[in-house]
């Protein structure tokens, strides 16, 4: 009678497992999911051997004469690749990477309707007398783009070998692109696993009156909580686990500061998330409205915590309040243990902070909790 | 366990939801082993009711007593003496019909001999490891009845146990439940829809309309009080003006 297989913590956490490893879709979302985005995104901004800017070149109506007449269009046709209507030239520079422009000879309405596809990033009025260039200064790629090819029609190709001896790239580790998206991805994990996982079960059971039916026998309402919380943090640690062997094997990211502080901050990040789960899913029994709560909660975070791009390109008035985001929190902590050799003195402040946001919702959650 | 009159007293009970008087002065009375059914039609006050007596509303007024004592201070031992199913409850899909059983069966600290007798009760032996979102409306309808089995409670409370089953699906129910009436050690509440199921369960049939009860005793006793009708279809509509599934 007294052994563990009968103990309702015991069977609850192991209900919970079962429900969630049974779900091929939680699976996937969960663990397959990050690894792929990982993966794609790490090969995307990483090991992009060549780029390509790829414009759009005009001719202006009135002028007559073939695309010959100016400087740029004669350097096109004398050293460019052609292939149908576009022309290609290549850049080359070791140290920089290599670049290769694509210009389409189209007309006007069609070049816009390339560059609002984004197939174009920059259109080309090639005039007898001079070149207009437009485009978006405000788009990074545009505005290099259009450096380039005004560097080029002055000085041809040469231009972008030269200097080579000034540029020292970055290559080490802690310093490229899959460094800062790694642990801002293990950040993001816990918050969707945390919100979908936690969050979301309550509501579905409650619109199911499972959670009024349990509640009608003498089970311990903070079991069912404990246990749907330890089943979940017990996979988010797998989860994290599993991107970072991906992480360790594939792009060779090491954790160059405290492993501790790792832990501590991961631990916070779930009690964090957790809580506040507990507070998102205290009241409602409607899964659409739990749907929309959740994405209210997610949604600002992942575009502004900086998962995948820094949060210092949002105006500077904002920086002060992104950054204690919990997800930010998350993610910075990660970010210095993970490429600055940060340790525990460096992040114990965010950990205690985490800590209380979380153990303060749950409390307030646990407060207004509707069982049925 | 002092034996009591009635197990269940509900004492002159008023409930109301904002402007909505769902439950208007009830009184209830059911003895230990009997078998009662609760038949109104939708906004009656059967279900309000029957959440007071389950404990998880509390009347705005008067008393209702569990084998003599409160909701209020005896919760624990209260839910170890009531077993309910509800009509729309789902149990959790990806876990197996036993693995269900087992949860539930773990509250009440049981292990497994319990939950293997009350399988070959509700006739569900070989199902026991088809994962719930497998099973039939049938097939779900006894588990939640077994479930509500599991602690062998001296009350049983079914909302409406067998809406939405095929005949067969509904009589292997009614057996189940039969066979516990020979026991006499539960006694049940049962809201119902169908005429033909509280007659054929249950010794009581009260009828419930706008939060009061019109009429109640046994089925002879409600159709000659209710003017010599031959049916109880025909009793509630000359009580209520409606039929009993509107």
Known sequence: ?372 | MAVFEYIVDVRQVKKSFKDVKAVKGVDLMIKPGEFLALLGPNGAGKTTLVEMIEGIQHPDEGEIFIAGKQWKNHQHELHQMIGLSLQETRFMDKLTAYETMRLFASFYKLGTDRVDEVFKLIGLDEKKKAYVNNLSGGQRQRLALGVALLNKPKILLLDEPTTGLDPNARREIWNILMDLKKGQHTSLILTSHYMEEAEFLCDRIVIMDQGTILAEGTLQEILTLGGGHHSLDELFISLTGRHLYE
């Open chain 1, 1 to 372: 009678m007294n052994k563990i297989t009968n103990h309702q913590l015991y069977r609850l956490i192991t209900a919970h497992f079962a429900e969630i490893l049974r779900e091929p879709a939680v699976i996937f979302w969960g663990v397959v999911f990050p690894i792929l985005m990982a993966w794609g995104l790490g090969i995307a901004f990483t090991q992009k051997s060549e780029v390509n800017f790829k414009m759009a070149i005009v001719k202006a109506i009135t002028e007559k004469d073939s695309i010959h007449e100016t400087k740029l269009v004669g350097y096109l046709v004398a050293n460019g690749f052609k292939k149908d209507s576009a022309y290609t030239i290549a850049l080359k520079n070791e140290k920089l990477g290599n670049v290769s422009l694509t210009f389409f000879e189209t007309s006007w309405p069609n070049a816009f309707t390339m560059l609002k596809k984004g197939e174009v990033v920059l259109i080309i009025e090639d005039k007898t007398s001079e070149t207009k260039y437009h485009f978006d200064p405000a788009n990074v790629e545009a505005k290099t783009a259009y450096q380039l090819v005004s560097a080029l029609s002055e000085h041809g190709s040469s231009f972008y070998a030269a200097n080579q001896a000034n540029i020292e790239p970055l290559t080490m580790k802690g310093t490229r692109y899959v460094d800062f998206l790694i642990p801002g991805l293990i950040a993001m994990g816990i918050m969707m696993a945390c919100s979908w996982g936690i969050s979301y079960t309550i509501i579905d059971r409650r619109s199911k009156k499972l959670l009024r039916r349990m509640v009608a026998t003498p089970m311990k309402k903070s079991n069912f909580l404990f246990a749907l919380i330890t089943a979940r943090f017990t996979l988010n640690v797998a989860e994290a686990l599993l991107l970072f062997l991906f992480a360790l094997l594939y792009f060779g990211t090491k954790v160059q500061g405290s492993w501790p502080a790792l832990i501590v901050i991961f631990l916070a990040g779930n009690i964090a998330f957790s809580g506040i789960a507990i507070l998102l899913s205290s009241h409602t029994a409607n899964p659409e409205v739990g749907n929309g709560l959740i994405n209210a909660l997610v949604t600002p975070m992942m575009v502004l915590s900086g998962v995948f791009f820094s949060y210092h390109n949002f105006p500077d008035w904002a920086i002060p309040f992104i950054k204690y985001l919990p997800l930010t929190m998350i993610a910075d902590c990660f970010r210095s243990i993970f490429n600055e050799g940060a340790g525990l003195v460096d992040v114990w402040r965010e950990a205690l902070i985490l800590t209380a946001v979380g153990t303060v919702s749950f409390i307030i959650g646990l407060k207004i909790f509707k069982w049925y």
